[in-house]
């Protein structure tokens, strides 16, 4: 059994600062990519738009919308994603959610999700 647990979410004013983070846990062999996934209000879930992703040597890859005010992070000891959010606009309001390739100590590699967390902007 393997779990994805987001915290961090909240509300935070247009230009203000937050920070996500996703921690696995379970019967974990091995953790690849990791990735942020973000899912706006009214969108379906195969909508949602690829934030942020970090592979497991550090290579990290973002969307247009948000490059150069968010950073992606993880702790491959704490089995742990981060997304520090900086500058933020209305426009990043959604349900952010993590994303992670794991292989599991039977041997079987599958994509797994957090639950999700609402970021809301507005002031």
């Known amino acids: 059994q393997v779990q994805l647990v987001e915290s961090g979410g909240g509300l935070v004013q247009p230009g203000g600062s937050l920070r996500l983070s996703c921690a696995a846990s379970g019967s974990i062999s091995s953790i690849y990519a990791m990735n942020w996934y973000r899912q706006a209000l009214g969108l379906q879930r195969e909508q949602s738009e690829l934030v942020a992703a970090i592979t497991n040597v550090g290579n990290t890859n973002y969307a247009d919308s948000v490059k150069g005010r968010f950073t992606i992070s993880r702790e491959n000891a704490k089995n742990t994603v981060y997304l520090q959010m900086n500058n933020v606009k209305p426009e990043d309001t959604a349900v952010y959610y993590c994303?992670?390739?794991?292989?599991?100590?039977?041997?079987?590699?599958?994509?797994?999700w957090g639950q999700g967390t609402q970021v809301t902007v507005s002031s």
């Open positions: 994303n992670a390739r794991i292989r599991t100590q039977l041997l079987r590699t599958g994509d797994y």
